[in-house]
């Protein structure tokens, strides 16, 4: 018999929202972290992609847009020294929320406490024990030296990941040596916002908004909303800093005078943060009972996208832990959360490396690419398959040896429906984060299929128009897992669902 079922290491966006995740389905969870007090150093400034969509699915967006209490930031975001501007498309692939990270992780830290998970703060992981049927960690913490075990392990522990290295897994990748710098501070009224959106500085005059290659590095000016602005710098800069210590606006000042040969005025800091890019990712997110996830699986050598990543490992993993703690998870379920968000990983570290070459490229020959890429960002297309590829919304899940119907493997889209009960949506069904059989047009011969499964299985009967399939099973983290063709014969329809609840439920 093991302590708990599930110990996560790590307090941050990843572990905690793996702690929801795993209570959501009624899984013990113990999350043991280091620090005592959630570290007050500005990380990320909040968050974006396709997690706004699976929070608003779990019910939680809410919360965290209370906390932010400022408006949705213009959809536009920074790809590789180039500017990339959702703002014309109908549907922005891209959006974010503005919350500073120890924000971020207060609100989910209330919310996995009101959920039932057992947060240790001040306990520290610092071995491990695995054998076929548990696995036991070795903790440091307030009251002295203790072992806790589970059924499994996650490293949610970030990126000098300790259980990463206890697991023996290889963290392979590269480290590229630039001091980039980004702020957000008020702007001061010297600094003019001009209708066109560029600046007026006094002693530089006209500022291009947007991002600016310099002979000694990157300097980028943009407004998030016309009170702000958001300040950044990139350099090859020979001296070290320490993350514990905050950067001030003069540390940033100085390095605008060093990139951009000029003195910008400043305002108040909002926030403020300076960081390396590294490409690094983990050979495998699984060894026998021990998981990574987040930071501790992968490194991107880009802003905006990590907290998403990460706090998509969790969602995609939750479930599937959760099915093996159940008791009917099928063989090879918890594997696929590798093949999935391994997967995932590296389209990210694809465009992310690819941002690299994009800015850093001083030569004739970047330039030119960076021209091209601008050129092709005129058109909508092109526009929207970037957005979602930062977003991460474009990674599918397929079902493996399945005939695929092409919703297979895509994030459900948020249909209205109207059941026996009244209306409802897919997103307010994705609360509870369990599967479900959606029946789109009363096909009683496929709700009697699911219905060995209906003790992990919810079978709704609803309408929508248009409708896009005649049904859709929902896996937990919202994408398709099967789909039926409207009006396609039960014959056909029947056994690929059977085949799809076997090989996703069990
Ligand atoms: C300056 C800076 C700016 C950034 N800006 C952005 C941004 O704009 N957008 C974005 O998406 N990302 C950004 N990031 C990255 C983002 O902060 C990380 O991707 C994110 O924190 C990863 O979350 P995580 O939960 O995986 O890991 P972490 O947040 O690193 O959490 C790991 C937790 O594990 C704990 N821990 C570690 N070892 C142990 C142990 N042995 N025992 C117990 N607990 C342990 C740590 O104390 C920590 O709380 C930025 C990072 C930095 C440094």
Request: charged letters at 25%; proline letters at 7%.
């Amino acid at each position: 018999m093991t302590d708990t079922d599930v110990i996560v290491v790590g307090a941050g966006p990843t572990g905690l929202m793996l702690a929801a995740e795993l209570r959501l389905a009624g899984v013990g969870v113990v999350v043991l972290e280091r620090r005592p007090r959630i570290n007050e150093v500005a990380k990320a400034g909040g968050l974006g992609g396709q997690i706004l969509h699976v929070l608003r699915y779990r019910g939680l967006l809410e919360r965290f847009e209370a906390a932010s209490g400022r408006p949705r930031p213009t959809p536009q975001f920074p790809f590789g020294g180039l500017h990339v501007d959702f703002t014309r498309l109908a549907e922005p692939p891209m959006e974010a929320l503005l919350l500073p990270q120890p924000r971020i992780e207060a609100v989910l830290e209330e919310y996995v406490r009101e959920c039932g998970a057992d947060v240790r703060r001040g306990h520290e992981v610092l071995g491990l024990d695995e054998d076929p049927a548990e696995v036991s960690v070795d903790v440091r913490g307030p009251d002295g030296a203790h072992r806790v075990s589970a059924r499994y392990v996650v490293g949610c522990d970030g990126v000098r990941s300790r259980v990463r290295d206890l697991a023996g897994i290889a963290f392979t990748g590269v480290s590229y040596p630039e001091v980039n710098r980004l702020a957000h501070v008020t702007r001061p009224p010297s600094v003019t916002l001009r209708e066109d959106g560029d600046y007026e500085a006094p002693g530089i005059g006209l500022l291009r908004s947007g991002y600016t290659q310099t002979d000694h590095g990157m300097f980028a000016i943009a407004s998030m909303t016309p009170d702000e602005l958001t300040v950044y710098t990139s350099e090859e800069d020979p001296d070290t800093y320490d993350d514990e210590i905050p950067m001030t606006v003069t540390e940033l000042a100085d390095s605008i005078r060093r990139v951009l040969g000029a003195d910008l005025p400043l305002g108040e800091p909002i926030t403020m943060t300076r960081f390396t890019y590294h490409a690094r990712h983990a050979e495998r997110y699984r060894a026998g009972r021990i998981l990574l996830a987040g930071d501790a699986a992968h490194r991107f050598p880009a802003g905006g996208v990590a907290v998403n990543a990460g706090m998509l490992d969790a969602v995609n993993l939750g479930w599937k832990l959760a099915a093996d703690v159940a008791g009917w998870a099928p063989t090879g379920l918890v594997d696929t959360y590798h093949d999935e968000r391994h997967r995932a990983g590296a389209r990210t570290l694809m465009h992310t490396q690819a941002q690299v070459a994009l800015r850093r490229g001083a030569d004739p020959a970047a330039e030119a690419l960076r021209e091209l890429l601008s050129e092709l960002l005129l058109d909508e297309d092109p526009v929207r398959r970037i957005g979602r590829l930062i977003a991460g919304s474009d990674v599918t899940h397929p079902t493996p040896g399945l005939d695929q119907h092409p919703l297979v493997g895509t994030f459900a889209p948020d249909l209205p429906l109207r059941t026996a009960e009244g209306t409802t949506t897919v997103a307010t069904l994705m609360h509870t984060a369990r599967p479900v059989l959606l029946d789109l047009a009363d096909r009683e011969a496929l709700r009697e299929t699911a219905r060995g499964w209906q003790d992990r299985v919810e079978i709704v009967t609803a309408r929508t128009d248009p409708r896009p399939a005649d049904a859709l099973l929902i896996r937990p983290d919202a994408h398709i897992a099967w789909a039926t063709d409207v009006g396609e014969p039960h014959d056909t329809a029947g056994p690929a669902l059977r085949d799809a609840l076997t090989y996703w439920f069990g």
